[in-house]
């Protein structure tokens, strides 16, 4: 029996192919292998915050509530000023501003003072 032409064409194809595909699947198999590793990573960056990012966001929220306690005083002195000019219904404001500005004070750090 003789051999044809075109077993040999697919056998020279197959190795061919094979030499070209080991580099291919260990490619993909790195990439399935390290693929939960990297996905894993990425969560735990998103989920987790930096020391920086934290401190940050603290800043910005004490900020925020000293900016309200400054607003808050400011209306308090207004209020009073009415209050004492004989207005009752400031004299009410100036009560409820007062408790507002007594339950924001204990969320506001102190600063040391300086020596």
Same mark, same amino acid.
């Given at each position: 029996m003789v051999a044809r032409p075109a077993p040999i064409l $697919? #056998?020279?194809a197959l190795t061919a192919f094979s =030499? /070209? =595909?080991p580099g291919c699947l260990l490619r993909t198999a790195a @990439? #399935? #292998? /390290?693929?939960? !590793?990297? !996905?894993?990573?990425k969560a735990i960056d998103l989920a987790t915050t930096s020391?920086? %990012? $934290? @401190? +940050?966001?603290?800043g910005r929220e004490i900020r925020r509530r000293e900016e309200r306690l400054a607003k808050l005083e400011r209306?308090?002195? %207004? +209020?009073?000023e009415d209050c004492e000019d004989g207005d009752r219904g400031a004299c009410v404001d100036a009560r409820a501003t007062y408790a %507002? !500005?007594?339950e924001l004070l204990p969320t !506001?750090? #102190?600063e040391p003072p300086e020596d």
């Open positions: $697919a #056998v020279v =030499l /070209t =595909l @990439d #399935v #292998v /390290t693929a939960p !590793i990297r !996905i894993g990573s020391q920086s %990012e $934290a @401190d +940050e966001k603290r209306r308090y002195r %207004e +209020e009073l %507002e !500005i007594e !506001i750090p #102190v």
